[in-house]
């Protein structure tokens, strides 16, 4: 039997990452970088719970995750680079919406890549 793809959907797309990761790791040293990526972990997920977002993959320090809405995903990034200043951290934040694919069970197409990309050129939320 065939499979029939899924037909891409609209949804808005988060990527985060911490600002100067390498570097803040090297000062703290695993250990504690280790604790501190945790925290920012449970911090994050945290705020994509309260703004309906899914977590569809972190890898290192950073975020990609869906949502159905766009004004969610954006009140989201902003919760998340709001509260990760209390770990004393700075995180960047890109947001997207436009049309998703499913790739075997993960969220892709031209808009994932693109809130990547906007997430990289930003800098430190100020």
């Known amino acids: 039997m065939q499979r029939h793809p899924q037909r891409p959907r609209l949804a808005a797309v988060l990527f985060t990452d911490i600002v100067d990761s390498t570097s803040v790791a090297a000062e703290m040293g695993d250990r504690r970088w280790r604790e501190l990526v945790g925290r920012h972990h449970r911090t994050v997920r945290r705020e994509l719970k309260r ?10 320090d950073g975020f990609f995750a869906t949502f159905d809405r766009p004004n969610e995903a954006i009140r989201c990034a902003i919760a998340v680079t709001q509260a990760v200043r209390d770990l004393g951290i700075e995180v960047r934040a890109g947001v997207t919406f436009g049309e998703v694919e ?3 069970g993960k969220a892709g197409g031209l808009v994932v890549n693109t809130a990547a990309r906007v997430m990289a050129v930003g800098g430190p939320a100020r």
């Not at 309906?52 to 290192?60: A, F, I, L, R, V």
Request: net charge negative.
């Open 51 to 60: 703004f309906d977002g899914k977590e569809n993959d972190t890898s290192g």
């Open 102 to 104: 499913n790739h075997e």
